[in-house]
């Protein structure tokens, strides 16, 4: 029993990370209707920046999400703005080349950190990266509760943007319908790149908190926009409560699969459920909340 | 003949006698390898080009033709080149079901759906190792020693993949295919199943993706499953050699196919070790930067958006004539 617990607690807090991941992916299919197959680089770019700032300037990676998500913030603007946003102008034989150009991106990106860091493994050793917290027999991975605080603060801090200010109703009502948007007013253009760059800075902000626990190489962002898609998927694209549904269902599963089947088999779960929910429930779990 | 044909003769000819006036075995590999990607990416262009369902799980079907031509020599103990007769039938089965699955599916959906089942194929290879031997790989041991035999070979291929594909974009499947790619919902009204051209496209495509694989398995003598399943050394270069060379267009994949290996080549090696080595790191970089550069300004790839090309080159002369090529 007492396993089965403690797989499900490592499941869900490692699952607020996850849900992070796919909040930002969330946003740019719901806002653009494209998969961002660039995501998961976006955030191994934030993991880098972080690890520099630790590396060389000491400062603690909880800090540095305050340089992390503003950079690939605007990071993500100009991707938007010089790269996806001009694509819709294009006629083209393909429909889907808007992915095709986030893949373009994705592999510039990862090399480029390829190119100044080298291929090694970094990582970042703080004093309490291996604290761990025990109540009763369970323990809890003390970055992981604060990495986990945190998404959930910055999750929280998104629905307020999204449903109290106008900018984040503009982003709803772009998601909606962008010509009606488009003819009451809101700049639909400016919306697209905000969202993109709301959706980098949540992939920084994920990279960021997972840096104390994780490690990190050039190409670890390509698992991690597998996920980002599996987790949207599953919540249904573009609703952000599936989103964190979808994070907190994925990280259960895996850790589940991690211990019940085999640790090889930890990213095949993941597949395999994203598979069968696109058969079976292809509007994914918001479908069942009507959010 | 117009001039445009003599280009094309001229081109033929000599891939037909390039291995007799060139001796290195180097640049024969690299024509093989180019060779093969032709397949490839015509296979992948007939399925998304042509038929606008685009996938990016090619890799699934490369791999099992590998698998297919690896197993019969390490479980049915009879030569891997049996495996170039069974992959074609073999991947057409597993395209199949796939099909089922995945045309379901549209757009992003079908997309995504694809890429999530070439990765369920990548990790049952890595798992299942009494049948694949896992991360172990397949190794056998090639029939020939000479390249020239694996290079004809390879341009018989290749040539049979692309004279396939024409034949079928000229018949009245290939009316459907585009039809279903303009606008799946006007076909269907039309009469077109639009499941069934789908998977006729797929089971074709397929069919000639698993062929390449088990020629890479013949040719190359080893493989595992990184290599053969790997999303972005198959999956997504099948993609790029398509759309560079230009998606929908018959001869935009063979083109795109040439560029990419001449080029990775040409950066892997440091262009022939003139330059420092450092340069040699940036052959994906490069890829990067020419996906995103083509996506924006030629979207549909060299050829096709020749003219404008033309258009770049001849900026004082006369317009030349349209000569796409497809």
């Known amino acids: 029993m007492d396993v089965f617990i403690q797989t499900m607690v490592s499941g869900i807090l490692i699952g607020g990370i996850y849900a992070l991941v796919g909040l930002g992916m969330t946003l740019i299919m719901g806002v653009m209707r494209i998969i961002n197959l660039a995501h998961g680089q976006l955030m191994m770019v934030a993991m880098y920046i972080t690890f520099v700032l630790y590396e060389y300037f000491n400062i603690d990676p909880y800090f540095s999400l305050l340089v992390s998500m503003p950079a690939l913030f605007l990071l993500g603007v100009l991707i938007q703005k010089y790269l996806l946003n001009p694509l819709l102008r294009i006629e083209s034989i393909i429909p889907q080349n808007q992915i095709l150009m986030t893949v373009g991106v994705a592999m510039v990106l990862t090399e480029v950190m390829r190119f100044i860091f080298q291929s090694d493994y970094k990582s970042v050793k703080t004093p309490y990266s291996s604290a761990v917290l025990y109540i009763s027999s369970i323990a809890f991975n003390f970055p992981m509760l604060i990495a986990f605080g945190i998404a959930m603060l910055l999750t929280a801090g998104l629905f307020f943007f999204l449903l109290k200010t106008d900018t984040g109703k503009s982003v709803r009502a772009t998601a909606q319908n962008k010509d009606a948007a488009l003819l009451l007013g809101v700049n639909a253009e400016w919306i697209t790149q905000l969202t993109y760059g709301l959706g980098a800075a949540l992939a920084a902000a994920a990279g960021t908190l997972l840096l104390p626990i994780y490690y990190l190489y050039p190409d670890v962002g390509g698992p991690f926009t597998l996920k980002a898609f599996i987790i949207t998927v599953l919540g249904g694209l573009g609703s952000t409560v599936g989103a964190i549904m979808g994070g907190l269902v994925l990280g259960v599963a895996e850790s589940l699969g991690a211990t019940y089947i085999s640790m090889a088999l930890k990213d095949a779960v993941g597949m395999v459920i994203f598979v069968l929910v696109l058969v079976f429930m292809p509007g994914g779990l918001k479908t069942l909340t009507k959010v | ?326």
Request: aromatic share 18%; charged share 10%; proline share 3%.
């Open chain 2, 1 to 326: 003949m117009k001039p445009n044909h003599w280009s094309k003769l001229i081109i033929v000819l000599f891939l037909a006698i390039f291995p007799l006036i060139v001796p290195s075995d180097y640049y024969r590999h690299i024509f093989i390898l180019a060779l093969m990607w032709v397949v490839i990416g015509s296979s992948w262009n007939l399925l998304a080009g042509y038929t606008g369902q685009v996938s990016f799980g090619h890799a699934a079907f490369f791999g099992v033709g590998a698998y297919t031509a690896g197993l019969c020599v390490t479980k049915l103990h009879i030569s891997a080149w049996w495996g170039m007769l069974l992959a074609g039938p073999v991947c057409m089965v597993v395209a199949f079901f796939i099909g089922c699955v995945c045309f379901r599916l549209r757009g992003p959906y079908f997309n995504l759906a694809t890429l999530a089942i070439a990765e369920i194929f990548r990790l049952t290879a890595i798992v299942w190792r009494d049948l694949t031997e896992g991360m172990q790989g397949i190794l056998i041991m090639r029939t020939f020693r000479n390249k020239t035999y694996y290079y004809y070979f390879a341009l018989i291929l290749a040539a049979a993949c692309i004279y396939a594909i024409y034949r079928v974009i000229r018949s009245k499947w290939g009316y459907y295919f585009v039809a279903i790619r303009e606008d799946q919902d006007a076909a269907e009204s039309m009469g077109i199943s639009s499941f069934r051209y789908k998977t006729f496209s797929l089971l074709i495509s397929s069919f000639f993706t698993g062929l390449a694989g088990a020629f890479y398995m013949n040719y190359m003598g080893f493989i595992d499953p990184e290599v053969v399943f790997s999303l972005y050394f198959i999956s997504i270069m099948a993609i790029l050699v398509a759309i560079i060379g230009g998606a929908g267009t018959i001869w935009g994949p063979a083109v795109g196919a040439f560029i990419m290996v001449l080029l990775q080549e040409t950066f892997r090696s440091s262009f022939f070790g003139l330059f420092p080595k450092w340069v040699s790191q940036a052959h994906v970089l490069v890829f990067g930067l020419l996906v995103i550069f083509v996506i924006r300004y030629m979207t549909n790839g060299i050829v096709g958006d020749w003219i404008k090309v033309q258009r770049l080159w001849s900026k004082n002369k006369e317009q030349p004539l349209a000569s796409t090529g497809s």
